[in-house]
């Protein structure tokens, strides 16, 4: 067997990504290794949300060509895909001489010829197609990331473009995938014993709104409703017809998630009660310059019947501070936002400019300082409501799926509940994969301490 190593920024989706580019190149003779000493093939899969992670890739090249010399390793053929190949495309090659492969997000399926080529004797292989009806969906990822939770993609791609951001750029058109293969996908993960799904998309909500697929139902599946499937439909769809006992999704879009998924989620024991719904800002003004189509009271509206819902719902989201322009009272509102929500977590991003972005016309920017500075006073913020959000699981029991092994204690598992927090406790008698009750013993403001019941 040939030896691949692959290294993975960025979000869930690149994630399994990297799951489908494994699963792709087996067929050629490849099977993965964790050492990139020892590999033929390395790919990097790359993320350029924020400019940080885009300039690692270089670097990251560097240093394990370094690495490999020095261990008079074996010299590996160099890849990059991922967000930074589909925007950079050729010019990646002028940055790095090393680099034999770019692969775009639509032509995973294309990896495997595109390695041949490199090993035939050819010196470089570029694919960065962006269409708008690509079929990559139905590339099998057989290599997951643990045994008990999969991930699965039901949508792909985002026609938002909110001014801050190069998705739509580097993932194309948003496309729904048809909703028998999602099922069928789902039902065979539970045959081979997945505990846990995440259904993934950069906007999960949209689903069947948009894209060539309209997300029409497939006889095969045994259901009353004949209209069109929405997100809320396609969660009902997973929860009666699919095995996995858990069901868990991200990320949702503020302006189409509505009452009706949590109707659905309240109904349906299987769906986890968690939502990750992200405001990126808490001033109205600052929501419309970043195109969000949604103003604070409106996101308002949508945290008030999730909170009212049957079930206790966990809310986590994202935020940007310093967008250009952000006033100081631009910020209150988005302190004052996080104060009333009361997210179980939260990622507080600093505005990054990014290539071909609307926003990056805005010339108003806010100071490197003051970006640190709203950073800082939001993260105390929220560290003192998660404080807060973490105390009220004391002394009540919960579900955990046990994933592994603590980093802290060889004692212990860790695992998530269903509203996606980490708890740590004694292993005893249990095993991975088991599905066990907790009873919280102690709580931190990043995860949860406990003793099987
Ligand atoms: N589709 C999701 C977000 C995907 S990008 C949504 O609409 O909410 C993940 C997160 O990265 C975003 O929520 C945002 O907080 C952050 N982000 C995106 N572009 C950014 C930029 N230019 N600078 C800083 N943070 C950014
Ligand atoms: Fe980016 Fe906005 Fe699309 Fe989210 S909805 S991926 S933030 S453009
Ligand atoms: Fe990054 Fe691309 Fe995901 S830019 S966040 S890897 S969609």
Redesign the pocket.
């Known amino acids: 067997m040939k030896k691949v190593y692959i290294e993975t920024h960025g979000?869930q989706m690149n994630v399994h990504d990297s799951e489908k580019a494994l699963f792709a190149l087996s067929d050629i003779g490849y099977e993965a290794v964790a050492d990139p000493v020892e590999a033929d093939l390395i790919l990097l899969n790359t993320c350029m949300?924020?400019?940080k992670p885009e300039q690692k890739v270089f670097k990251r090249i560097d240093t394990l060509k370094h690495e490999q010399i020095r261990a008079q390793g074996k010299r590996s053929v160099f890849g990059v895909m991922g967000c930074v190949a589909q925007a950079e495309a050729e010019r990646i090659f002028d940055r790095s001489r090393d680099v034999s492969i770019v692969l775009g997000t639509q032509s995973i399926s294309k990896l495997p010829q595109m390695v041949q080529q490199i090993e035939q004797g050819f010196s470089r292989s570029i694919d960065v197609t962006l269409t708008k009806d690509a079929d990559f969906f139905e590339i099998s990822a057989t290599a997951r990331q643990t045994n008990q939770i999969a991930y699965v993609s039901i949508i792909e791609g985002?026609n938002?473009f909110?001014s801050?951001?190069?998705?739509p750029f580097t993932r194309g058109r948003e496309r729904s995938r048809p909703v028998g293969n999602i099922l069928a996908e789902i039902q065979g993960l539970a045959e081979n014993g997945y505990k846990e799904v995440h259904l993934l998309g950069?906007?999960v909500n949209s689903y069947g709104l948009s894209g060539r697929y309209r997300g029409n139902l497939p006889t095969t599946f045994n259901t009353s409703q004949s209209d069109q499937v929405t997100f809320a439909r396609l969660l009902e769809l997973v929860a009666h017809n699919c095995g996995v006992p858990r069901v868990k999704y991200m990320?949702?879009?503020?302006r189409d998630f509505d009452q009706e998924i949590i109707r659905v989620m309240d109904a349906e024991e299987k769906l986890c009660e968690w939502v990750?719904?992200?405001a990126?800002s808490g001033s109205d003004r600052i929501l419309k310059r970043m195109r969000?189509g949604y103003t604070f009271q409106a996101y308002m509206d949508k945290i008030s019947f999730i909170r009212a819902a049957e079930k206790d719902y966990s809310i986590t989201?994202?935020?940007?501070v310093g967008?250009p322009g952000e006033t100081e009272e631009d910020f209150l509102e988005t302190m004052r936002l996080v104060a009333e929500v009361e997210y179980d977590g939260l990622?507080?991003?600093?505005?990054?400019?990014?290539p071909n972005?609307a926003?990056m016309a805005y010339e108003d920017t806010v100071p490197e300082k003051v970006k640190t500075e709203r950073l800082m006073k939001l993260i105390e913020l929220q560290n003192r409501i998660q404080q807060r959000r973490y105390a009220r699981y004391l002394e009540k029991t919960v579900e955990v799926l046990i994933e592994g092994v603590s980093a802290k204690s060889n004692d212990e598992f860790t695992g998530h509940t269903r509203c996606h927090k980490t708890v740590n406790f004694p292993k005893g008698e249990s095993r991975l994969g088991d599905l066990v009750q907790v009873k919280i013993n102690r709580a931190g403001k990043n995860s949860l301490h406990g003793q099987i019941l």
């Open positions: 979000c949300v924020r400019e985002c938002k909110c801050y951001c190069i998705v950069q906007n990320t949702s879009y503020p990750h719904l992200p990126q969000r989201g994202d935020l940007i967008f990622f507080i991003f600093q505005y990054s400019a990014r972005t926003a």
